[in-house]
């Protein structure tokens, strides 16, 4: 994580009382606002409405800045993900990239039990 000390980062890691949420909660969903850092979701498909929402935040502020959203391509098969990407057509130009990863899993089934054979 940019700008976040590593010391800080690994008692994120390891859930102490030293790391971003104070011991609340693990580095997956971490996240430091002044650093442009939002906490995630993972990579399922609830963080992308968030992401787009960000985005959308950006775009009525005029800032520079972009969501990088990744995701799974279980994530593509649920309601979030087609929110969000209306979302972003309806609002056209936001300033955000949707990374989808095919790690063959969707949630906690492998494709292969998601989609048949």
Excluded: W
Excluded at 22 to 41: M, P
Excluded at 76 to 94: I, K, P, Q, V, W
Aim: hydrophobic letters at 35%; charged letters at 20%.
């Amino acid at each position: 994580m940019k700008g976040v000390e590593p010391r800080v980062m690994m008692s994120q890691m390891f859930g102490k009382v030293t790391g971003l949420s104070k011991g609340r909660d693990s580095a997956l969903h971490s996240g430091v606002s002044e650093l442009g850092i939002f906490g995630n979701t993972s990579m399922l498909g609830a963080n992308l409405p968030v992401a787009a929402g960000t985005g959308y935040t950006f775009k009525i502020e005029r800032t520079d800045n972009v969501v990088v959203a990744y995701f799974g391509e279980g994530a593509s098969n649920t309601g979030d993900f087609h929110e969000a990407l209306e979302l972003c057509g309806r609002a056209s130009s936001l300033p955000i990239v949707f990374v989808c990863e095919n790690n063959q899993y969707a949630y906690s089934v492998s494709d292969r039990k998601e989609h048949g054979d």
